[in-house]
């Protein structure tokens, strides 16, 4: 009876994933998901619901829970950046969770800057990272409301993945941005990808039949 419910629960949660994505992105999703996980020997959580988040002071209604970024989006990311041969100064960020982002988009910065605001998520990351970020480059990793943050530098590259249930504090980051120059958006699983277009020039968008995906703007 208990492998039904357990059978029954992850074909479920299958079926969920391939409506939500599509059977061509969802494939995609899971062939870099193996391929990279074995690679960077990945074994960290892969859906942490709100209220395990060990979040303070912030509505939690107003976040997503954690998801880490898949590494088809960041793949993505790699190849545009990499075509154009374009690299930055500095590479943000906002709510890194387990580090997915940071040390596989390194190669891209000299300065990594990450902001986390779940505790429990922040330790997990900035053990890994601590490991996997080259010495080389500059590590600084803050447990905060990333929506606190405004020394942004020129010459950045910009990761959010889809942080907000609402808009308006995807209003505050696009606003504390808006004045950078040399620099980029990427915005995985836009939400609020309109609302972002009529701010920033969208210069890539890969997307399944809903939201899910990713796009690139150039501040």
Same mark, same amino acid.
């Given at each position: ?15 969920? @994933? ?12 899971? $062939? ?9 020997? &990945? ?32 793949? #993505?990311?790699?190849?545009?950046? *990499?075509? *154009?041969? %374009?690299?930055? &100064? ?30 429990? #998520?922040?330790?997990?990351? /900035? ?5 996997? %970020? ?5 590590? /600084? ?15 950045? #590259? ?14 505050? %980051? #696009? ?24 701010? $920033?020039?969208?210069? @890539?968008? /890969? *997307? ?7 796009? %690139?703007?150039?501040?």
């Amino acid at each position: 009876m208990l492998n039904i419910k357990f059978e029954y629960k992850t074909f479920l949660a299958y079926s969920n @994933f391939i409506f939500n994505y599509g059977l061509r992105f969802s494939l995609k999703i899971i $062939f870099f998901e193996f391929k990279y996980k074995n690679y960077y020997k &990945d074994h960290t959580p892969k859906h942490i619901p709100n209220n395990k988040l060990s979040i303070k002071n912030y509505d939690q209604e107003k976040i997503t829970g954690y998801s880490p970024t898949y590494y088809y989006y960041l793949n #993505l990311t790699k190849l545009f950046f *990499k075509r *154009k041969n %374009i690299k930055f &100064d500095n590479l943000y960020d906002i709510g890194f969770g387990t580090g997915r982002v940071l040390y596989y988009l390194q190669f891209l910065a000299k300065n990594i800057y990450g902001f986390e605001i779940s505790k429990k #998520l922040f330790d997990i990351g /900035e053990k890994k990272l601590k490991n996997m %970020i080259n010495k080389n480059k500059k590590l /600084e990793l803050q447990y905060m409301n990333g929506l606190r943050f405004s020394k942004y530098k020129n010459n950045s #590259l910009i990761f959010i993945y889809d942080p907000f249930t609402k808009d308006d504090d995807l209003n505050i %980051i #696009l606003n504390k941005i808006s004045r950078l120059k040399n620099s980029y958006l990427v915005y995985a699983n836009p939400r609020f990808r309109d609302h972002v277009s009529q701010k $920033f020039k969208e210069v @890539f968008f /890969e *997307k399944n039949h809903n939201f899910r995906g990713i796009s %690139i703007f150039k501040i």
